[in-house]
């Protein structure tokens, strides 16, 4: 899985990208803020604050930050996280039924 180039380098936490990501991202036309916003869950993956939720029914937890109007779900597993998947936010619920 690649890694976000930038993301760990000052942070305390990794940050990997999986393939699905890396797709959704390239389809995006312009995602410079989404990478931006990444790059910061790699300093602090829990911010406080109304852009990041845990999502309910998960084990291990896997959660959403906004980005304009697409969603990040991402996991973390000590000192990793691990961006799942990057979509439009009117995909949310369906992709979120697939990843149960």
């Not at 890694?3 to 990208?17: E, N």
């Not at 916003?37 to 084990?59: C, M, Q």
């Not at 979509?87 to 990843?99: A, D, P």
Request: charged share 25%; aromatic share 4%.
């Amino acid at each position: 899985m690649p890694t976000c180039p930038g993301a760990g380098d000052l942070g305390k936490f990794g940050v990997q990208i999986t393939r699905a990501a890396v797709e959704d991202l390239d389809a995006i036309h312009d995602n410079g803020q989404i990478i931006s916003d990444v790059r910061k869950l790699g300093h602090n993956p829990l911010p406080g604050g109304n852009n990041i939720k845990k999502l309910k029914g998960f084990n291990p937890p896997l959660y959403r930050l906004r980005s304009g109007d697409y969603r990040v779900l991402y996991r973390v597993a000590g000192q990793l996280v691990t961006v799942m998947r990057v979509i439009n936010r009117k995909e949310l619920e369906r992709t979120i039924k697939k990843i149960r």
